[in-house]
T-cell receptor
Framework: DAKTTQPTSMDCAEGRAANLPCNHS???????VYWYRQIHSQGPQYIIH???NNETNEMASLIITEDRKSSTLILPHATLRDTAVYYC?????????????FGTGTQLKVEL | EAGVTQFPSHSVIEKGQTVTLRCDPI?????LYWYRRVMGKEIKFLLH????????ESGMPNNRFLAERTGGTYSTLKVQPAELEDSGVYFC???????????????FGPGTRLTVL
């Protein structure tokens, strides 16, 4: 399984862009990068995923470096409700299933 | 559309007792997963059902844990007998497809907080 490395915590001012980095230097060519987040007392929530191209949806943008060894999740206009633990996950395929391997994640705190 | 639901939201039991957690996936989702986070640790995968069959149970910690998915609908996770180290939050997730496709994101329930005294 490819391992991911994320900063333990980050702060962001409300209304500003939050840029959350992730290193996955041992990622394989057919593995995708997924981002989930967990808001306190809730279950994890899917945000976005990508293989090698940059991706954008209504929640966030995902920038993957050309060598695919790192990526950045961008929340363009962070709000207080975006305070959560953000997990960068490399997709594991085992027996046809899609189990997710969570690391320690980044605790993002959005402040006024 | 209803999301993944879990019952109960909280459970407090004594060591040696039995507890059964229930998960109702999103309607039509063939894939159902159990995860848990024990105190101070990361969220860990327990097992994966495809319909009523166990696809991957590599994360089940020991034989005190039994998961079932009758008829491929809801699932139960029984812990018997419960030990102190089983305390934590148990999450259930479901996805529409499975296999090798990347688009089948997992939708998580709110979790069941289990406390073993």
């Amino acid at each position: 399984d490819a391992k991911t490395t994320q900063p333990t915590s980050m702060d962001c001012a409300e209304g500003r862009a939050a840029n959350l980095p992730c290193n996955h230097s041992t990622i394989s060519g057919n593995e995708y990068v997924y981002w989930y987040r967990q808001i306190h007392s809730q279950g994890p929530q899917y945000i976005i995923h990508g293989l090698k191209n940059n991706e954008t949806n209504e929640m966030a943008s995902l920038i993957i470096t050309e060598d695919r060894k790192s990526s950045t999740l961008i929340l363009p206009h962070a709000t207080l409700r975006d305070t959560a633990v953000y997990y960068c996950i490399v997709r594991v395929l085992q027996g046809g299933g899609n189990k997710l391997t969570f690391g320690t994640g980044t605790q993002l705190k959005v402040e006024l | 559309e209803a999301g993944v639901t879990q019952f109960p939201s909280h459970s407090v039991i004594e060591k040696g007792q039995t507890v059964t957690l229930r998960c109702d996936p999103i309607s039509g989702h063939d894939n159902l997963y159990w995860y848990r986070r024990v105190m101070g640790k990361e969220i860990k995968f327990l097992l994966h059902f495809v319909k009523e069959s166990k696809q991957d149970e590599s994360g089940m910690p020991n034989n005190r844990f039994l998961a079932e998915r009758t008829g491929g609908t809801y699932s139960t996770l029984k812990v018997q007998p419960a030990e102190l180290e089983d305390s934590g939050v148990y999450f259930c997730a479901s996805s529409q497809g499975g296999g090798r496709g990347p688009r089948n994101e997992q939708f998580f329930g709110p979790g069941t907080r289990l406390t073993v005294l």
